[in-house]
C-alpha cells in the first residue's frame, strides 16, 4: 500500500498530464514541463512512471481495473448485463473528460478502447467452460463486445448525453444475442 504523500504526488503528476493533453498531443508533452508545472523534481516522476506514455499506460490500466471490478461486483451479484452497463455508462459519465482525452490520443499510442473490448471478451468469454466453447462462440463475443465498445468509444467522443437507462437497455439486448446463440 502506497503512503499518502506518493498517492497526492501521483494524482498530482496525472492531473498535470491530463491538464497537458487538453491542449497537447502526447508527442508534445515532457517531462520535464510536467514536473515543472507539478512543482516536483524529475527524480519524484521517475520514481513513478518511465516516462509520458508508462504515465497514460498506468491511466488506462486503473480505468481498467475499475472496468474489471465493476464486472466482477454486478456479475457476482446478477447475471443482468443491464446493470453492468450502467454501471460502465455512469463510471464513464463521471470520468468522462478523461475517457474523451484518453480516446482523442489513440493515434498517439493509447488503446483504452482495445484494452476495454480484450478485458470484457476475456471475461466473457471465461464464463463459458472452455470445454464448450467454440470458435462460432469467440467469433459472437468478440463481435457483440466490439459492437458494445465501439458505441461506448463513440458516445465518449462525441460527448453524448444519450439517455443512460436507453443506452443500458439498449447494450443488454446486444448481450442477450449471446444468450440466444449459445447453440
Known amino acids: 500500500m502506497e503512503d499518502r504523500r506518493a498517492l497526492k504526488t501521483k494524482k498530482l503528476i496525472k492531473k498535470t498530464f491530463l491538464d ?3 491542449t497537447n498531443p502526447i508527442s508534445k508533452i515532457s517531462v520535464s514541463e510536467i514536473t515543472r508545472l507539478a512543482d516536483i523534481g524529475r527524480g ?3 520514481f513513478h512512471y518511465l516516462d509520458v506514455y508508462d504515465l497514460q499506460d498506468k491511466i488506462e490500466n486503473e480505468i481498467c481495473d475499475d ?3 465493476m464486472f466482477d461486483e454486478t456479475y457476482k451479484t446478477t447475471a443482468d448485463f443491464k446493470l453492468l452497463f450502467f454501471a460502465i455508462i455512469d463510471y464513464i459519465s463521471e470520468n468522462g473528460e478523461l475517457f474523451s482525452l484518453l480516446a482523442v490520443q489513440q493515434a498517439s499510442g493509447s488503446h483504452l478502447m482495445q484494452k476495454i473490448r480484450q478485458i470484457f471478451v476475456n471475461k466473457i468469454s471465461a464464463l463459458i467452460p ?3 466453447i467454440e470458435e462460432h462462440h469467440k467469433i459472437r463475443i468478440l463481435f457483440v463486445v466490439s459492437g458494445v465498445v465501439g458505441v461506448i468509444d463513440d458516445l465518449v467522443r462525441k460527448g453524448s448525453k444519450v439517455e ?3 443506452i443500458s437497455h439498449e447494450l443488454s439486448k446486444m448481450m442477450s444475442l449471446l444468450e440466444q446463440g449459445k447453440n
Open 130 to 132: 472452455e470445454k464448450y
Open 67 to 69: 472496468l474489471l471490478m
Open 20 to 22: 497537458l493533453l487538453k
Open 44 to 46: 519524484t516522476f521517475y
Open 164 to 166: 443512460k437507462e436507453m
